[in-house]
């Protein structure tokens, strides 16, 4: 009888272990056309997702959904998603392997020395402090892996900060920062980003 019940109990927790399989690959498939099936984007203007800490992931699409972050591609991709979905679309992004790069040789030193040193004459902090020096990103502080992104995305989103377009970084840190960013060190520390290999690789 107690076999029985135990080999019950197993089967169930299997099938409920497919059907939440399927569920997260059901609420995903609409994510596959920008970000790839594995969170790999093949268009540089989207995001990687995979390997992004699950704090982020679920803050910025939480901001998304709540109207805190202006993304007008997605407009009403994610507006019927719970909490609890999104928890979970988060979950399987991060567990899957990130992308990896390889930094511009004629970018490296400007963006080297920008990412690991900063520029303290012009007040711009060193990009290590949040994002770690393997760029793998402060998970439980929900601060990105920058390891691996799409130089034209990361370019895009400084731009953005420094214009006032994107304004759900917390206490404007962001902000504060790329408005003091020439175009060039943009470009220069998003090349070195790419070639990072952060830790879940």
Same mark, same amino acid.
């Given at each position: 009888? #107690? ?20 569920? +997260? *690959?059901?609420?995903?498939? @609409? ?7 594995? %969170?790999?984007?093949?268009? !540089?203007?989207? !995001? ?18 709540? %109207?805190?972050?202006?993304?007008? *591609? #997605? &407009? %009403?991709? +994610? ?8 928890? *979970? ?13 390889? @930094? ?35 998970? !439980?502080?929900?601060?990105?892996? +920058? ?7 990361? &370019? ?10 994107? @304004? ?26 790419? %070639?990072?290999?952060? @830790?879940?690789?």
């Amino acid at each position: 009888m #107690m076999k029985k019940l135990l080999l019950s109990l197993t089967l169930a927790a299997g099938v409920a272990g497919m059907a939440n399989a399927q569920s +997260v *690959e059901m609420k995903t498939a @609409t994510c596959t056309a920008c970000h790839g099936g594995e %969170g790999i984007s093949m268009v !540089p203007n989207w !995001p990687n997702l995979a390997g992004q800490g699950s704090n982020y992931l679920y803050k910025q699409i939480i901001d998304i959904r709540d %109207g805190r972050r202006d993304i007008p *591609e #997605m &407009v %009403g991709m +994610v507006d019927h998603f719970t909490d609890e979905d999104v928890r *979970e679309i988060a979950n399987f992004y991060a567990s899957k392997p990130a992308n990896l790069g390889q @930094t511009d040789p004629a970018l490296a030193e400007k963006g080297r020395n920008l990412y690991r040193a900063g520029d303290m004459a012009k007040g711009i902090p060193a990009c290590t402090a949040c994002h770690l020096p393997n760029g793998g990103g402060n998970k !439980p502080a929900a601060f990105p892996a +920058v390891s691996g992104q799409h130089p034209t995305y990361t &370019v895009n989103q400084l731009t953005a900060f420094r214009a006032g377009e994107r @304004t759900n970084d917390p206490n404007s840190m962001m902000r504060l920062i790329a408005e003091k960013m020439s175009d060039a060190e943009m470009e220069a520390v998003a090349s070195y980003m790419y %070639g990072l290999h952060g @830790t879940n690789r």
